[in-house]
């Protein structure tokens, strides 16, 4: 095997290396991305049902108005 031969062999299993690293990497970028969309969606449902709880007055509030009412 002539030298030439060689480094396009060597130059080969290199671009094949990083072919392999930049598949993997652009897949974890895109669970990454993933993740994020998934949890700001649920931060906003919290959010809201946080909200949406602390607006509706609660079972006791409901009774102690019902009696100041009597």
């Known amino acids: 095997m002539s030298?030439?031969?060689m480094m396009?062999?060597?130059a080969s299993d290199r671009l094949i290396w990083l072919r392999l690293m930049e598949k993997a990497i652009n897949d974890i970028d895109g669970v990454l991305g993933s993740l994020k969309r998934d949890v700001a969606e649920i931060s906003q449902q919290v959010a809201a049902r946080n909200e949406d709880m602390?607006?509706?007055p609660s079972e006791e509030e409901v009774e102690e108005e019902?009696?100041?009412d009597d």
């Open 3 to 5: 030298e030439v031969e």
């Open 8 to 10: 396009r062999q060597v």
């Open 54 to 56: 602390t607006l509706q």
């Open 66 to 68: 019902e009696k100041s």
